[in-house]
């Protein structure tokens, strides 16, 4: 079982920077792909950036410019450096990442959240 912490959430004006960590634990083996998602309220989950073990990252088209997701595959975490932020940016942010094994296929993992806020 993999484990995943998200950190660094918190409430900012419009115009500034805030940086999200995600650790992950437990019984790795190879997360392929470690990405963010985000839910703003009242709204669907949606896919915010993503990255593979060999690089690629993808970023939705709202945050391209602004946000920089990396990740650190000795330490098992990934960051979402966010600038220039909006208050439509305003969500609960979850730490995603996708597992593929032999033995039992493609495993999903989700972090707990951690809320972010824009004021304008």
């Known amino acids: 079982q993999v484990q995943l912490v998200e950190t660094g959430g918190g409430l900012v004006q419009a115009g500034e920077s805030l940086s999200l960590s995600c650790a992950a634990s437990?019984?790795?083996?190879?997360?392929?792909?470690m990405g963010w998602y985000r839910q703003p309220p009242g709204k669907q989950r949606e896919l915010v950036a993503r990255?593979?073990?060999?690089?690629?990252?993808y970023y939705k088209d709202s945050v391209k410019g602004r946000f920089t997701i990396s990740r650190d595959n000795v330490k098992n975490t990934v960051l979402l450096q966010m600038n220039s932020l909006k208050p439509e940016d305003t969500a609960v942010y979850y730490c995603?990442?996708?597992?593929?094994?032999?033995?039992?296929?493609?495993?999903?993992?989700w972090g707990q959240g951690t809320q972010v806020t824009v004021s304008s």
């Open positions: 995603n990442a996708v597992e593929i094994t032999f033995e039992a296929g493609r495993i999903e993992y």
């Open positions: 437990g019984n790795i083996r190879d997360l392929t792909v």
């Open positions: 990255i593979k073990n060999s690089d690629n990252p």
